[in-house]
């Protein structure tokens, strides 16, 4: 059952007892003490518990390895950029962030521009229940423009804001004209009988995810990276696609990645979750940034440590932290006092000015941390300059390029062809023709100049994988790059389990050999691997 944590009278989110005839330890996260006395307390929510006692003690600093790409690797460069600026500003700064509708008023009462403006697409499903027709309430979709608002926002700030989209999915079938069908109370829709290929629930939930579909493609086209947030708040079960359990809303969200990324090539999306259960979690594999929608209550700006150390454990350290949404905006200094950096907040609507005083949001927005369209941080960007010698050259990037396309990148050289081990680039050939467009972080390229030059690649630093080698190579010879920052020692990381040779136009080396003429991997260098 769950219950209320408060310090010192303020409350500082939820415990969960489990059932139990004992008495049993339950974590309840970092909490801030001040100098002298504090009180302490457990607070009655929802069901009995006893407590036996409170233990106090220090805890040593999260460690942060969160990993360096989305999850979808074919993301678009401006998706894998924003990434690369959200990664490179947590735990730093943070982001600040609205929902749309109260944007512009928040930027008049504050003269700031907060950074993530999000969008909601409940009305453009045949689902949706507000539809006026012939003197009363319909089913039908009624597109609000949200599309084509954020695309214009987008751009209005030289593209340094950030759109965000949640879906209010008003229940495929079964609801209640007239009332929010998003809420499990107003439809019969089961998500169970969603989630099986050929039933009619199904069907109707494939024909609204196509919908919104045609509107993320438009988003893709305009080159405007998202953050996604769907199936939001599933474990409290208010929504229909939280009321049957973690099974089928888990089935539903896989089903949703696959048509999304798979069938409609949509790829300009940061996956977001924002349900703080460990039994409702996706996996890393399946998530960019997890989130927390924070309502503690009416001008209580703690920063809820108890929910973050949660995600933080869930996550292992591995996916950026958000609060997702949140009615009062917390102490933004505690966040980092306490180890809790939340890479953005997202204040909702008019709980924005309805549970947070004037004072505390123009002290928020004051803060050189609270990052604004003004104020986007200091620069992420690094530089990589690879010297190219006239003939054949083998390289790598370490960098995710601010534009990765080829015919950027090489802009102002006389390079007359570029190939990997399946794909190739030709100077003077039609683009039809060449079948490699951009160049990727970590991947190996031979490069043929007419005449030396140096390439001066500009980005975001990678962090280092989560997994090196590869588990992609295959048997045979492969082209490896460096993904590093530094040059990392070869016996590190390779041995006679998964390689044979490795070599460039400079030296090789076999695993336990004597005579090795190269011993690192070194950046803006390439390198043939044998397995």
């Known amino acids: 059952k769950i219950q209320d944590l408060y310090v010192n009278g303020a409350s500082d989110g939820s415990l969960t007892f489990p059932a139990s005839t004992n008495f049993v330890p339950i974590d309840a996260g970092g909490v801030w003490l001040n100098a002298g006395n504090n009180t302490i307390a457990v607070v009655d929510n929802w069901g009995y518990f006893d407590v036996d006692k409170f233990t106090i003690y220090t805890t040593p600093p999260h460690v942060y390895n969160v990993v360096s790409a989305p999850i979808d690797t074919a993301a678009t460069p401006a998706t894998k950029n924003l990434y690369s600026y959200l990664l490179c500003q947590f735990n730093k700064n943070i982001l600040s962030g609205i929902t749309s509708d109260y944007w512009d008023t928040l930027k008049k009462t504050t003269s700031k521009s907060p950074m ?19 003197g009363g309430f319909a089913f039908g979709a009624v597109p609000s423009g949200a599309t084509e608002q954020a695309i214009a926002w987008y751009n209005s700030t030289n593209k340094k804001g950030i759109v965000g989209f949640h879906w209010h999915w008003c229940s495929p079938s079964g609801g209640t004209v007239g009332t929010n069908t ?11 009988q969603a989630v099986i290929p050929g039933t009619q629930q199904y069907n109707d939930a494939i024909r609204d995810i196509d919908v919104i579909a045609v509107e993320l493609l438009k988003l893709q086209t305009a080159n405007v990276p998202i953050l996604w947030r769907p199936l939001h708040e599933a474990g409290g079960a208010w929504f229909w696609w939280g009321a049957q359990g973690s099974t089928p809303c888990l089935q539903l ?15 300009n999306l940061i996956w977001e979750w924002s349900t703080p259960e460990p039994t409702w979690y996706p996996g890393n594999a399946k998530i960019d ?3 927390y929608d924070s309502y503690p209550g009416v001008n209580n700006y703690t920063v809820q440590k108890p929910m973050f150390d949660q995600l933080y454990t869930m996550v292992s350290g591995q996916k950026l932290i ?40 123009d002290s928020v927005f004051a803060m050189p941390k609270v990052l604004t369209v003004e104020n986007p941080g200091t620069s992420c960007s690094s530089q990589q300059t ?15 390029p601010t534009d990765s396309t080829i ?85 590190s990381y390779y041995n006679t389990s ?31 691997l044998k397995k």
């Open 407 to 491: 015919a950027t990148l090489f802009t102002g050289l006389n390079v007359q062809e570029i190939k990997t081990a399946d794909s190739f680039w030709e100077k003077g050939q039609s683009s039809l023709l060449n079948s490699l467009k951009a160049i990727s972080t970590g991947n190996a390229y031979l490069v043929k100049m007419n005449a030396s030059a140096s390439l001066i690649i500009t980005g975001q630093a990678m962090t280092s994988p989560s997994v090196y080698p590869s588990t992609s190579t295959k048997t045979g010879w492969n082209m490896i790059g460096c993904p590093f920052q530094s040059a990392i020692t070869l016996s």
């Open 289 to 291: 940034l997890v989130g």
């Open 116 to 134: 993530i403006r999000t969008y909601d697409f409940n009305t453009y499903t045949a689902g949706y229940p507000y539809n006026w027709a012939n």
């Open 498 to 528: 998964n390689s044979k040779t490795i070599k460039n136009f400079t030296g090789f080396w076999i695993p336990g050999g004597s005579t090795n003429s190269i011993t690192t991997i070194d950046p803006g260098k390439g390198y043939f």
């Open 386 to 400: 690879i010297v190219l010698a006239s003939g054949w050259n083998l390289i790598s990037t370490n960098l995710i």
């Open 253 to 267: 969200l896989a089903i949703m990645y696959d048509r999304l990324t798979n069938y409609h090539k949509i790829h």
């Open 182 to 192: 998003f809420s499990t109370a107003n439809t019969t829709f089961d998500i169970r």
């Open 322 to 361: 958000a609060m997702t949404e949140c009615g009062p905006i917390p102490d933004i200094q505690k966040f980092f006092d306490m180890d809790a950096p939340w890479a953005y907040f997202m204040t909702w609507s008019d709980l924005t000015y309805a549970q947070n005083t004037v004072a505390h949001i």
